[in-house]
Nanobody
């Protein structure tokens, strides 16, 4: 069993940066791929980025590529999401998810989810 807790969200101006954190509990964290998804009001859950269990493979959505970086520290049971050059359309609740997935962008394949952290980008 893995529990995930996101933090680091907040209000930022256009062009600003935020660093999101996903702290995991459980001994099996290092065996799971980890992903970040986001959901804005009245929209579907959207894939942002994912990282393999060992951190070697990363997979980015085209909408955020070159603006975000995902990383993980398995010794600290933490996943990081660095977001730069933020845009108003990045406004959403960001969720951390973990699982042994075969397709990084498919949210239905992730077993564990955090409660989400709000990111608001003001223009």
């Amino acid at each position: 069993q893995v529990q995930l807790v996101e933090s680091g969200g907040g209000l930022v101006q256009v062009g600003g940066s935020l660093r999101l954190y996903c702290a995991a509990s459980g001994r099996t964290f290092s065996t799971y791929a980890m992903g970040w998804f986001r959901q804005a009001p009245a929209t579907e859950c959207e894939f942002v980025v994912a990282i393999s269990w060992g951190g070697v493979i990363t997979y980015y959505a085209d909408s955020v590529k070159a603006r975000v970086t995902i990383s993980r520290d398995n010794a600290k049971n933490t996943v990081y999401l660095q977001m730069n050059s933020l845009k108003p359309e990045d406004t959403a609740v960001y969720y951390c998810a973990g699982g042994r997935v075969t397709k990084y962008s498919d949210y239905e394949l992730y077993h564990y989810w955090g409660q989400g952290t709000q990111v608001t980008v003001s223009s």
